[in-house]
């Protein structure tokens, strides 16, 4: 599992139009960009049970509650 933020120099995400993105970008109706971290680096909790696959996203050295997560019900395959 790749996190995109860890082990290389942070770079900052692409701008668009010479302006920083704000989310939540809407790629199309299938693709939104709710939340991006380009500033620290980071890691992820990934836990599983028999009904929910959860990631959580954590910033290094920031806090001990996450960043972001998301949750995949593996019985529906609903992500939320």
């Keep these: 599992m790749v996190a995109g933020n860890g082990g290389h120099a942070l770079d900052a995400i692409r701008k668009i ?4 993105i704000r ?4 790629v199309d109706d299938t693709l939104t960009l709710e ?3 380009d500033s620290h680096y980071g890691f992820l909790r990934v836990t599983v049970d028999p009904l929910t696959l959860r990631i959580e996203y ?3 050295g920031t806090s001990a509650t996450p960043f972001d997560v998301v949750s ?3 019985e529906t395959r609903i992500v939320s």
Excluded: R
């Design 23 to 26: 989310v939540p970008l809407v």
């Design 17 to 20: 139009k010479g302006m920083a």
């Design 35 to 37: 939340n991006y971290d």
């Design 58 to 60: 954590y910033q290094a």
């Design 72 to 74: 995949i019900d593996l």
